[in-house]
């Protein structure tokens, strides 16, 4: 328990340290004190879209049916933009071999499917 202490004592320095850093930087290019880490903390991380750069991602609101609709539309269009990434990565790594980002990792897996229907089940 106690490393765990020390570690969340540490990291938050660090960070206070770069905060005080980037206030003190007025706008100007910061990528580098908080450089993304991509891995498979990302997908728990309710910032991770201030890290994309490929892909203009703001901030999004919902205060009433009219931002509901907008914001699903664009949830519909990330979903089918993913997808594309997806199959690209996966045909990639067929020809080339698995991808490494962090402590994360894009392979080509084939997957089986099966078709029993509900008479045999029973």
């Known amino acids: 328990m106690e490393d765990a202490r020390k570690w969340a004592l540490q990291l938050a320095e660090e960070i206070d340290d770069k905060v005080a850093e980037l206030n003190l930087l007025d706008g100007v290019e910061s990528d580098n004190l908080f450089p993304a ?3 498979k903390a990302c997908q728990y991380c309710s910032h991770a879209s201030l890290c994309i750069k490929s892909v203009n991602v703001a901030p999004v609101r ?3 049916r009219v931002d509901a609709e907008r ?3 664009e949830v519909i269009r990330l979903e089918a933009a993913l997808s594309d990434m997806k199959d690209n990565l996966k045909a990639w790594a067929k020809d080339n071999g698995a991808i490494s980002v962090g402590d994360s990792t894009f392979d080509f897996v084939p997957s089986v499917s099966w078709n029993i229907g509900a008479e045999k089940l029973y």
């Open 62 to 64: 919902v205060d009433d």
């Open 37 to 39: 880490t991509p891995g």
């Open 71 to 73: 914001v699903a539309a």
